[in-house]
């Protein structure tokens, strides 16, 4: 079992607080109690909590509502070499997540209710953090036939995805979105054609040509995605493209907002801010999928998720042992670790001027919340006592064995940042702390 702190009341006071969904950013104290926050404003004072409250000064500090990461693989069942639930949670807290939405890609496949209760038994019973799991959106991942999406929405799956493979099959996903929307059920897709794909390992164009590496074309993406936008104009089901890449893909996505069909969109914390350059001598730890794209690819991306287009900032969390990384290139497994980075990384787009704190916590955490039907991803009174403190601006350097996810694939190994998070609460309870 986790060890936690004791659940006293807890007073972040003389913060700078960060509240999205009550549009807020400016100096307010947050009262948690009974594993709720009890009351956001400025003034709450000593006087004014129960007895015995622990009260921590946050001057120069950060509040905001724990990040909800809505894409990250969790090795439990079938592959706990690779991570488990405790393992991702202590990383996850230590990296201001307070809830993880894991893929149905494990062995076996998250496609049943069975399956659905092991997860939500196990992860009560060994994480830090809360987890929720998405359910396969065809049995097996085989693309040919849907699962009970109604039953397994009952059980408790927040989304339905393939996980990183895509359903080729057209009229399996017409059923599938048509199926969904009677349950206001989220479809999650991977938008990548596998042929288009073919023997590709990274992003198409002169670098990979200068590396001799084959490439990915965007349009592996876009096609998919076009597919997709026009599936769902026929079904009115909800959808969710889960890793967006390119500015091909935005220009789709923009037509169907545009359309009003309801469709959503995330991007990995690795498109926002890194790029195909740095790949560098063949870092297999930045072979991702997809790709890590070009300079004018990224800044589009970021802009997007300024914007509001693209709704959602995610880690990918994607651990991979040494015996697949350590590797050429062309042969390396695709995945990097990011539940711990993906916070101290986003940072970057802070520090640089290219999103403010409101836009990057609605990314990060509000808009998840909203997209899956989560309660946490606010500090209004009431809502889930699921909070992190943050120091904005101090220095540190990335070790990798520092990491607490079992495997240390990061493509940020040894990178600088400014910025991390000192306290991660869950359900009301310390769960992190950095001394």
Not at 155 to 170: I, P, W
Not at 302 to 318: E, K, R, T
Request: negative net charge; charged residues 25%.
């Amino acid at each position: 079992m986790p060890i936690l702190t004791d659940r006293r009341p807890i007073l972040l006071a003389n913060a700078r607080v960060v509240d999205p969904s009550r549009d807020f950013d400016g100096l307010a104290d947050v009262l948690i109690a009974d594993g709720v926050v009890r009351e956001m404003r400025r003034g709450i004072g000593a006087a004014g909590v129960p007895e015995g409250t622990d009260i921590i000064n946050c001057t120069g500090k950060i509040v905001a509502p724990g990040l909800i990461d809505m894409r990250a693989f969790v090795g439990e069942p079938g592959f706990s070499h690779r991570e488990t639930f405790a393992s991702a949670s202590q990383a996850a807290a230590s990296g201001g997540i307070t809830t993880i939405i894991c893929q149905p890609d494990t062995e076996p496949v998250i496609d049943n209710s069975a399956t659905v209760d092991f997860v939500l038994r196990r992860a009560r019973d060994t994480a830090i953090v809360n987890i929720q799991p998405m359910a396969a959106l065809t049995k097996g991942l085989h693309g040919e036939e849907m699962t009970e999406i109604g039953l397994l929405k009952a059980a408790g799956a927040v989304a339905f995805s393939d996980g990183a493979k895509s359903v080729t099959n057209a009229q399996v996903m017409r059923r599938a979105l048509t199926y969904a929307r009677d349950f206001d059920a989220l479809i999650v897709h991977h938008t990548e054609d596998p042929d288009l794909v073919g023997e590709g390992v990274m992003n198409e164009g002169e670098f990979a040509a200068r590396l001799g590496l084959m490439g990915i074309p965007d349009a592996a993406e876009a096609v998919m995605l076009e597919r997709d936008m026009r599936l769902v104009a026929l079904t009115g089901g909800r959808y969710h493209a889960a890793s967006l890449s390119c500015i091909a893909s935005l220009e789709i996505l923009k037509r169907a907002r545009d359309a009003g069909l309801s469709v959503s969109a995330s991007v990995s914390i690795n498109h926002v801010t890194l790029n195909e350059n740095d790949i560098g001598p063949y870092r297999t730890f930045l072979k991702l999928c997809p790709p890590l794209r070009t300079e004018d690819d990224r800044r589009a991306l970021v802009q997007a998720v300024s914007s509001g287009l693209i709704d959602v900032i995610m880690s990918d969390h994607n651990p991979q042992d040494v015996e697949v990384k350590r590797l050429p290139f062309a042969e390396a497994a695709f995945g990097a670790v990011g539940l711990q980075t993906m916070l101290p990384a986003a940072l970057r787009l802070i520090h640089n001027g290219d999103m403010d704190w409101k836009t990057l916590i609605r990314a990060m955490s509000t808009r998840p919340a909203e997209l899956l039907g989560l309660p946490g991803g606010s500090l209004r009174a009431g809502a889930p006592a699921d909070v992190i403190v943050i120091d904005p601006d101090t220095p540190w350097v990335l070790d990798p064995a520092d990491l607490k996810s079992q495997c240390k694939n990061t493509p940020f190994d040894e990178a600088r940042f400014s910025g991390r998070v000192v306290r991660t609460i869950v359900g009301g309870r310390t769960v992190y702390e950095h001394v």
